[in-house]
C-alpha cells in the first residue's frame, strides 16, 4: 500500500519550465549560443543545473574551464531567480491542489523530489508549502536523477520504506530513478506517453484511478 507520494517539482506542480528556458536562453546568447532552442530544453528536464549548463554549451564550440562553467550556471541562476520574482499561486498546474487536498485527506504524506535548489524559495512563492510534508531536492543531494537519490532522500524523511512511495514525474530521468529505487509513479504532463512510466495522464486528474494507485 502506498503511503506517500512523492512529487517532482517544475512541470510537476509547478509551471517553471518556461522560466529555465528564458533564462538558459539568456545566458546562451551571452555567450554567442544561437541555436539553443525549447527542443534543448527538453533534455534538461530533470537533470542538475551543472548538467543542464553542458546542454547550453553542447550547442557551441568553445571549451570552458570548471570556474567559468560555474560563473555561468550562477549568472543562468541569477537570471532565473528575477524571472521567479513574480511566481505566485497562478504558477501551480492544473489538478495539482485537488490532488494535494485530496491524498492530505487520505492521510497519505506528500514529499518532494526535486533537483531543484530553488524548491524552498518556489514552494514558498507559490504557496504549496502547507501542503507538503518533506522537502528532498538538489540542496540535499550529490548526485542528479537518473539517480535515485533524491527519492531514497525524501522517503528516509518521511519515514517510509521505498516501496511505500508513488512518484509523480514529467521527466524520464525522474522514471528511471524511481524505478531505479523500487518506487512505482506516475508520469504526467505533454510527454506522458514517452516516459515510461507505470501509469500516465496529461495531469494528475484527467485519467487517474487514485484508488488504484495507491493500493
Ligand atoms: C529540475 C529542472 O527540476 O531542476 C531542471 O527540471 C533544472 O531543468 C533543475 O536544471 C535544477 O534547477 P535549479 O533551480 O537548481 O537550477
Ligand atoms: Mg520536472
Redesign the pocket.
Known sequence: MIKGVIF????VLVST?KM?FYAWKKLAHKLGITNYTEEDNKR??????ME?LEVVLSKGTTIYSREDKLKFAEEK?KY?VELLESLDSQAVLIDVIETLEMLKDRGVLIGIG?????TPLILDKTGLNKYIDEVSC?LDVTKSKPDPEVFIVAAKKLNLKNEECLVVED?KSGIVAARACHMRSLGVGPEHEQLGADYNSLTMQSNVDWDELLS
Do not use: T
Open positions: 517532482d517539482l517544475d512541470g519550465d529555465h534538461q528536464k530533470g537533470v542538475s543545473r543542464s541562476n532565473y526535486s533537483a531543484s535548489k530553488n538538489g521527466s
